[in-house]
């Protein structure tokens, strides 16, 4: 980001970035600062009328696409036709296409052709979440940015308006630094959910008459990968606290939790229950059902616990 602004300073701007991650809001939000950037003369990090614009999507000289669900030949003849007209307010135009990886080949080959030619002042802002579906025609026309993880700092800049710490540190440690992520711990209620259902077996579960109380009805498909793919997490971090690599663990907010409860299993249990969570996640894709499936696994859990202990 800071190399678009020094070669927007040198008047070096290429007339193509490929913005890439796996996250799609994240490039969403890569592509608004960049385009501030470009356009605003205070460097994009004020609330000018022009970042607004921007941030709104009402600035004339920001073209944004695809225009429907995935960006088509209809569109390519769109930008064909916006790259010929003039910038209004500014010194640039700016064409965005977000998730370039949706889009078929005919539609980047028809890109291809206003890319090979950019027109003066137009500057190209496209992202995508998967490199290996943008042709290397397209590619190569473009100045290819990686786009890291956020650090802590970052994220809760972005969610400065989010109030609850607590969910807050959890988002953290699970989110991988990606605002998309991070957005769907915050906001989306069934992450909680599992996130509870799986703490409560990892750290109380003890025999099997308690297994009833975590049984969960008519399983989706969502909460039994969310619940196991956690409760593996969370047995991995009780691992890394008995091997006092507690610097490590993903779950922070627990760690005195997992302290307190790893002389419960030995290594070895801790190494075989995260196999058998292996295991069961090969097998959930056959027509299993998936609330029996969970219960088996729960029963194997205690097994394994008290048999290697
Ligand atoms: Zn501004």
Redesign the pocket.
């Known amino acids: 980001m800071q190399d678009i602004l020094r070669q927007k300073a040198q008047r070096k701007l290429v007339g193509g970035y490929l913005f890439y991650c796996p996250d799609t809001l994240t490039l969403d939000e890569i592509l608004l600062v960049c385009a501030?950037q470009i356009l605003?003369?205070?460097g994009?990090?004020?609330?000018?009328p022009?970042?607004q614009k921007i941030q709104c999507g009402s600035h004339p000289d920001v073209c944004v696409y695809p225009k429907g669900d995935a960006f088509s030949t209809d569109d390519s003849q769109g930008v064909i036709l916006d790259a010929k007209k003039k910038e209004i307010m500014g010194e640039y135009k700016i064409i965005m296409i977000k998730n370039l990886e949706n889009s078929s080949e005919q539609s980047q080959n028809k890109l291809l052709k206003v890319l090979e030619s950019p027109p003066k002042n137009t500057i190209f802002l496209i992202s995508t979440t998967n490199l290996n579906k943008v042709l290397s025609t397209v590619k190569s026309r473009l100045l290819k940015v990686d786009i890291p993880p956020f650090d802590e700092d970052a994220l809760t800049q972005i969610f400065s308006d989010y109030q609850s710490q607590q969910d807050f540190s959890l988002a953290m440690d699970y989110s991988n630094g990606y605002i998309g992520e991070t957005k769907q711990i915050l906001l989306d209620q069934d992450f909680m959910t599992n996130y509870n259902l799986a703490k409560n077996i990892v750290t109380k579960l003890k025999s099997s008459s308690q297994i009833v109380d975590y049984i969960v009805p008519k399983m989706t498909k969502s909460q039994f990968l969310g619940t196991v793919g956690l409760m593996q997490n969370m047995y991995r971090d009780i691992a890394l606290v008995k091997s006092k690599n507690s610097n490590l663990v993903k779950n922070k907010t627990l760690i005195g939790v997992f302290e307190s409860i790893s002389d419960e299993f030995s290594m070895k249990a801790i190494v075989e229950i995260i196999k058998r969570i292996n295991d069961v996640n090969k097998k959930q894709y056959s027509n299993v059902t998936l609330s029996l499936l969970f219960e088996s696994l729960l029963t194997s859990i205690l097994e394994v616990k008290y048999l290697c202990a």
């Open positions: 501030k605003c003369d205070g994009g990090d004020d609330n000018c022009t970042c």
